[in-house]
């Protein structure tokens, strides 16, 4: 009798491994669109799984799944799954991670229950493009009866994206074919800004572009490439003939290493309606690497048919970022002196030397202005004019400093840094034309300044001596030679002749002579 109830609780599993699929017309709004939920599909009939809400903000993408449970079976689930875009009528997969992992749980789903389970999508899929996606997953519905064997159930929860993007226009981006070569062309250039991106309609425009640049990198044939690079840059475009331009165009994307270890992949190439290209390029970075610079020139292949109308059109992702928008660290150094700032990308910025050796700043303005920059400077000697000077002190990102304003106007002339080893000055060259809308934003990039980093500063320096002199004293005078990177404190007593003691000490705080005076 055991046998023949086995039997048929077998074929009960076993006909119950019918697609079972059904309708919904459910809408999930946010803020910046929606998510109506369409199929749900499932191998096993009585188990099922709904999307029942989305949480969709600028920092996170969440949904929210309720598994059903109708059988008389327990079913167990885990917190795997994926996320599938349907694209030329196939599904695929929407995983940015090279190396997706979850934790191997089980939750358990008694018989003729019900649970949610909240799936965070944040960093792991892309669902940004509007289009149709589907939840995929998994369970196992096990029958106790028989020693806890168990069947494999997929389902899918299927669901349409309807999002409108920040200037409230609706984008849709289709993903679209190409090809693509990764050529090494090493020219270091400090002044370029990568990535660069040209667009090549022509072979008068190939040509045009390696007669312009064949000084600037490394564009030349290169018939036995060694094993850490390509081959050569007039190898890879032989094949744009005049018959690749009637039908396509070439686009160039710059990069710029700091490991000639690094290689790259394009992961996707998508056509905006916006007209614009969208190129997400990810690094293949090895674990040990070797220290030097390279260039390259990916040459990518969009498929016939599609253009657009500028270099400004297209816009590339790095690792999922786009460098176009975020900000740029910007670091001078000198002998004994260095300076960083970090420039929001929509800033520009320079760097300057000064009238004497060694004298350098980083100036920087807003992009739309023409006139007028805010100039962060090392000297080797700084001093200004008391008359008409009025001066307080601030702070400015984790320094104390001096602002120094002329003739009561109404945007400070000056700010020095005090007890820093040199003379590090910001100067107001011109902003006040600029400073009533873009001031506070100034003083922002200003609180992201470094000086003097790994160089004791003049409070350590004291701090240091102090536990090295030996003779009594009630004054302390400190002074740092920026040639030769020397602190020199000078212990002595007011108004007293004699008794005193310099102490010397190297930029990191190494003492190397004790000096006592007559």
């Not at 059988?71 to 689930?77: D, E, I, L, P, R």
């Not at 960093?123 to 939840?135: A, K, L, P, Q, W």
């Not at 009238?355 to 962060?376: H, L, R, V």
Request: proline share 2%; charged share 25%; aromatic share 12%.
């Amino acid at each position: 009798m055991k046998r023949i109830i086995s039997v048929l609780i077998s074929l009960v599993l076993v006909l119950s491994l019918c697609a079972c699929q059904k309708d919904g017309t459910d809408k999930i709004d946010f803020d910046t669109g929606s998510i109506k939920v369409t199929l749900t599909h499932t191998d096993f009939e009585g188990v099922n799984i709904q999307i029942v809400n989305a949480i969709w903000t600028t920092e996170e993408i969440k949904l929210e799944v309720k598994w059903n449970n109708e059988t008389a079976y327990n079913v167990v689930y885990g917190e795997s799954f994926d996320i599938e875009k349907q694209t030329n009528g196939e599904w695929k997969s929407c995983v940015t991670l090279d190396n997706l992992a979850f934790n191997d749980i089980g939750y358990e789903l008694s018989a003729k229950s019900s649970q949610k389970q909240t799936y965070n999508l944040t960093d792991m899929f892309d669902i940004s493009e509007n289009g149709e996606y589907r939840f995929t997953t998994y369970c196992h519905v096990y029958d106790k009866g028989r020693g806890g064997e168990s069947t494999k159930c997929e389902m899918w929860a299927a669901f349409t994206v309807s999002r409108t993007n920040d200037a409230d226009k609706d984008i849709k981006k289709s993903f679209i074919d190409f090809d693509a070569q990764y050529i090494r062309t090493n020219g270091y250039h400090e002044d370029v800004k990568y990535p660069v991106v040209k667009v090549i309609r022509s072979v008068d425009e190939l040509n045009a572009y390696y007669s312009a640049n064949k000084d600037k990198y490394n564009l030349e044939r290169r018939s036995d490439p060694a094993s850490d690079s390509t081959i050569g840059f007039l190898d890879a475009v032989d094949k744009y003939t005049a018959e690749y331009f009637e039908k396509q165009i070439l686009v160039m994307v710059l990069l710029e290493e700091g490991s000639g270890s690094n290689r790259h992949n394009i992961d996707n190439l998508k056509h905006g309606s916006d007209g614009k290209l969208y190129v997400s390029i990810r690094r293949d970075v090895p674990e040990v690497g070797t220290c030097d610079m390279a260039e390259w020139h990916i040459l990518i292949e969009p498929e016939k048919d599609i253009t657009v109308a500028s270099e400004s059109d297209i816009v590339v992702y790095l690792d999922g970022v786009n460098p176009k928008t975020q900000p740029t660290t910007v670091y001078e150094s000198g002998n004994f002196s260095n300076i960083s700032l970090t420039i929001p990308h929509d800033w520009e910025y320079e760097t300057e030397k000064g009238n004497s050796d060694g004298e350098y700043c980083i100036a920087f303005w807003p992009e739309d202005q023409t006139e007028g920059k805010i100039k962060m400077w090392y000297y080797t000697a700084f001093g200004v004019c008391g008359t008409g000077l009025e001066e307080k002190e601030i702070t400015v990102g984790e320094y104390k400093a001096w602002q120094g304003t002329y003739d009561n106007k109404k945007v400070w002339d000056f700010i020095s840094f005090r007890g820093m080893p040199g003379s590090y000055v910001v100067m107001n060259e011109g902003a006040d034309k600029w400073w009533n809308q873009y001031g506070d934003e100034a003083m922002e990039i200003l609180s992201t300044v470094k000086i003097a980093e790994n160089i004791i500063n003049e409070e350590q320096a004291i701090e240091l001596a102090k536990k090295k002199v030996t003779v009594e004293y009630n004054q302390t005078r400190a002074n740092f030679d920026a040639q030769k990177g020397l602190w020199e404190i000078s212990f002595y007593k007011k108004n007293t002749s004699g008794g005193d003691q310099v102490i010397t000490m190297t930029h990191e705080g190494k003492i190397i002579n004790l000096e006592y005076g007559e």
